[in-house]
């Protein structure tokens, strides 16, 4: 493990070395200490990167609901990756892929939350929904994401249609649904 | 004009980042099972279907890859077109008919290119957003224009045909009609493409068995690189599988299908035993 920068003391990322990526254990940590700040949370994080394998898949946890709650974010090494540079850290998608779970773990702290899935349990679909919930928010707080491409993904998940279009805009545009207002928005 | 261009000189503008196989080889990461007879541990089959977790980004890095595997077929024709004199095969000379062949192959994958990069924008991808690995055009680069034919036509056109199967099957699946119009329109060029080099083969080399064995197996050796570590094959491991019914309508015998489908599978082993070896050598824990 390696304890982040003394301004963040509450964040730890493992490995704290990596092997099969060019990725720096404190950079990850000074990231999400970033993205911490910008969402308004205190709870303490961990971050564990599985660099064994190139996928993507990232999930959060959390130990509770409370303000110290601890908040566990898994993601595999391509979510951080650049993908013109193989291997290379890519601080820009660290930050959209990072920021998309921990806002997702925010949600969860809410009571109008309780109800959703574990992240393991979620279905292809509702897990698109959140997704295109959490990016849309991160954009208008200035993380840097491609919209067609979240767009894309709804489309793979609810259907290629006009309505399914104005769904996605209304949760990309959404600020503060509960989750049965995420999964009612999603299908249109 | 000049002829016999090198991959290290071809032009791209500062979206694009080349690579070529042996980088990629270099990466030590693996969605692949490593236990050939171990229950999958990392969840659902690797196929490119819309189930899998990651469909939306696969499907687009794999269009991507479609995108700069058609500059570069363009790139390889539009060569092969200028590089020889025409004449009646021998003595580095191609017939003309066939120079008229790469000149039509040439205008099919400038369509391509297109095709793919408004497709990719569709998929919200940004041109050069993904390596660009010039392992097709290296392929095209051969002194002798048969076994380009051979590498370009027969091995890389044939991926094509294994690729655009499994995207228009994607497409058709997720309901994007776009996708799977595309795919199936590109996949009947890709079929003539396979035929053309197919037929040429046999014509230029009828007379000269030797040069047909050289060529075919300059084609078996592409076709395991194109392979990709297995990341084509009929393992559930593989990304997409072999598309036998279109390789046969291309000019593939049932033997050589079989040939490519065993290369397929031993490219898979080799690259469990260097991904295992790989982990051997960090000290890292290989995934049960």
């Not at chain 1, 949760?171 to 009612?184: F, H, N, P, T």
């Not at chain 2, 990461?29 to 939306?56: M, N, Q, V, W, Y």
């Not at chain 2, 040939?259 to 035993?273: P, V």
């Amino acid at each position: 493990m390696s304890n982040a920068t003394a301004e963040t003391p509450d964040i730890t990322v493992s490995p704290a070395e990596f092997s099969f990526v060019k990725y720096d254990a404190d950079e990850i940590a000074a990231i999400v200490a970033e993205l911490a700040r910008l969402l308004g949370i205190s709870n303490p994080i961990r971050v564990m990167i599985d660099e064994t394998t190139p996928l993507a898949k990232l999930s959060e946890e959390l130990d509770g609901t409370s303000a110290d709650a601890t908040i566990t974010l898994h993601a595999e090494s391509g979510a951080l990756e650049d993908r013109k540079h193989p291997m290379s850290f890519s601080p820009e998608n660290a930050r959209e892929s990072l920021g998309r779970i921990l806002l997702r773990a925010r949600d969860r702290l809410r009571p109008d939350f309780a109800d959703a899935p574990r992240d393991l349990d979620l279905s292809l679909a509702e897990n698109a929904a959140w997704d295109t919930y959490c990016v849309g928010r991160l954009t208008r707080l200035g993380v840097a994401s491609n919209q067609q491409r979240w767009r894309y993904n709804h489309r793979n998940r609810f259907g290629f249609g006009d309505h399914v279009d104005r769904a996605f805009d209304a949760l990309w545009g959404a600020d503060d649904l509960g989750w049965a207002d995420v999964v009612a928005t999603a299908g249109g | 004009m000049r002829q016999f261009f090198p991959v290290e000189d071809l032009a791209r503008d500062e979206r694009f980042v080349q690579t070529n196989m042996a980088e990629r080889m270099k990466d030590g990461r693996t969605a692949i099972e490593l236990k050939e007879t171990s229950a999958k541990s990392r969840g659902a089959s690797k196929r490119l279907t819309p189930d899998r977790h990651d469909a939306s980004d696969a499907a687009r890095g794999l269009m991507h890859g479609i995108m700069v595997g058609e500059i570069q077929a363009l790139e390889g024709a539009g060569r092969t077109a200028h590089d020889f004199a025409a004449g009646d095969g021998t003595n580095d000379t191609i017939p003309f008919e066939l120079k008229l062949d790469m000149a039509r192959q040439a205008w099919d994958e400038a369509r391509h290119v297109e095709i793919s990069a408004k497709l990719s924008d569709w998929m919200g991808t940004e041109l050069g957003e993904f390596a660009e690995n010039t392992v097709l055009f290296e392929a095209a680069c051969s002194n002798d224009p048969i076994l380009r034919l051979a590498g370009v036509n027969r091995a890389l056109e044939g991926l094509a045909i294994d690729v655009f199967t499994q995207m228009k099957e994607f497409g058709d699946i997720a309901g994007d009609p776009y996708l799977e119009f595309c795919e199936d329109w590109m996949l009947a060029d890709e079929v003539t493409h396979v035929k053309m080099g197919s037929d040429w083969l046999r014509k230029v080399t009828a007379n000269d068995p030797d040069r047909r064995t050289k060529a075919l197996e300059f084609q078996q050796v592409v076709d395991k690189l194109f392979s990709f570590g297995g990341a084509r094959g009929e393992s559930e491991e593989s990304s997409f599988s072999l598309a036998k019914r279109f390789r046969e309508l291309a000019g593939f015998t049932d033997d050589e299908v079989k040939t490519i489908s065993e290369m397929d599978a031993e490219a898979l082993s080799e690259r469990r035993a260097q991904v295992l070896a790989y982990r051997e050598k960090v000290g890292a824990d290989a995934p049960t």
